[in-house]
């Protein structure tokens, strides 16, 4: 089965600060890949995906994430963090158990970001 | 397009006791999967069901089941709760159920067992 690794479990931030968040999964293959976002007091969201193509693939809100197929990663990105960019932020892969679809989600890296 | 919506948004339990939480699809999603969200953890899958039947499970007793009804929506149960068993559950709806898929989750049911 697979597992996601998110290695930043907190990160606190200045306003404008660039943002790096590490992403691993466990093993290759055919690999439906998500960032998923989670605000104070709401449901999850979807940031952004990757399917298959162009490993750079852009999300909503400026956010941007690069699959590296050869390095298991799907790491995420945005140049300038603002301070509503404040949550909880999981990285989810997508595994087919030959019956039904399901997403395996790291533990999460909560994001600070201060004014 | 009306988005997943579960019900109720919280509850209190106590141990043995037991629970149903249900959920709405988005329009137009044939396929239904709860997740639970332990404190500081992310959602773990529980099960999938499509055309009303569970066609895949993770690591939960049978004590937790579920259902998909005619019209997309679904139940989960949870029997003789466990302090354990507190959490945020989550229904997921999707258009498919294999395959390149989005999965649009509720806000989720927050379950306290005392």
């Known amino acids: 089965a697979q597992s996601v690794s998110q290695h930043n479990h907190h990160v606190i931030l200045s306003e404008a600060a660039s943002l790096e968040l590490g992403c691993n999964y466990s093993?290759?293959?055919?690999?439906?890949l998500f960032w998923y976002v989670q605000y104070p007091g709401q449901h999850l969201q979807l940031l952004l995906k990757?399917?298959?193509?162009?490993?750079l693939v852009k999300g909503i809100k400026g956010f941007e994430a690069e699959f590296i197929k050869s390095k298991f990663s799907f790491n995420l990105r945005k140049p300038s963090v603002q301070w509503s960019d404040t949550a909880e932020y999981f990285c989810?892969?997508?595994?087919?158990?030959?019956?039904?679809?399901?997403?395996?989600f790291g533990t999460g890296t909560r994001l600070q970001v201060t004014l | 397009e009306t988005g997943v919506t579960q019900s109720p948004t919280h509850l209190i339990k106590t141990r043995g006791q037991q629970v149903t939480l249900r959920c709405s699809s988005q329009?137009?999603?044939?396929?239904v999967s709860w997740y639970q969200q332990a404190l500081g953890q992310g959602p773990q899958f529980i099960f999938q069901?499509?055309?009303?039947?569970?066609?895949g499970r993770g690591n939960f007793p049978p004590r937790f089941s579920g259902l998909q009804f005619p019209n997309y929506s679904s139940e989960l149960n949870v029997n003789a709760l466990e302090l354990d068993d507190s959490a945020l559950y989550l229904c997921?709806?999707?258009?498919?159920?294999?395959?390149?898929?989005?999965?649009?989750f509720g806000a989720g049911s927050r379950l306290t067992v005392l």
């Open positions: 069901y499509y055309r009303e039947e569970e066609n």
């Open positions: 990757y399917f298959s193509g162009d490993p």
């Open positions: 093993y290759g293959g055919t690999v439906n």
């Open positions: 997921a709806s999707s258009l498919k159920r294999s395959g390149a898929n989005v999965l649009t």
């Open positions: 329009s137009g999603h044939n396929t």
């Open positions: 989810a892969v997508n595994e087919w158990t030959g019956t039904a679809s399901k997403l395996t």
